[in-house]
Nanobody, 123 residues
């Protein structure tokens, strides 16, 4: 079981950028980012396959967030641009053996979860 570790969160002003990292040793599984905003359920943000050639995004972040990976470093990135206050959340990465966009938002299909990193966007 792959246990990822997130990093890169912080405080940023609206319109700014942050890059999150998710590092996991072992096999290059499909990885997704989720986020939990204050008082809300954890929700899907973006997903990438093991080879890095296929990606999938939630509508709320399309055109602003970019998911990518460097398998030589066992790391998946989430580049977040034009951040908005509503992007404030704890961001988690999770892994699973297969990449399948139709079930990417189903958290039950993920076997390894990180502890999360806080992102706060001020207005």
């Amino acid at each position: 079981q792959v246990q990822p570790v997130e990093s890169g969160g912080g405080l940023v002003q609206a319109g700014g950028s942050l890059r999150l990292s998710c590092t996991a040793s072992g096999r290059a599984y499909a990885v997704s980012w989720f986020r939990r905003a204050p008082g809300k359920e954890r929700r899907f943000v973006a997903s990438i396959n093991g080879g890095g050639s296929m990606t999938h995004y939630a509508d709320s972040v399309k055109g602003r967030f970019t998911i990518s990976r460097d398998n030589a470093k066992n790391t998946v990135y989430l580049q977040m641009d034009n951040l908005k206050p509503e992007d404030t959340a704890v961001y988690y990465c999770a892994s699973r053996p297969t990449y399948y966009p139709k079930t990417a938002s189903d958290q039950r299909t993920y076997s390894g979860w990180g502890q999360g990193t806080q992102v706060t966007v001020s207005s």
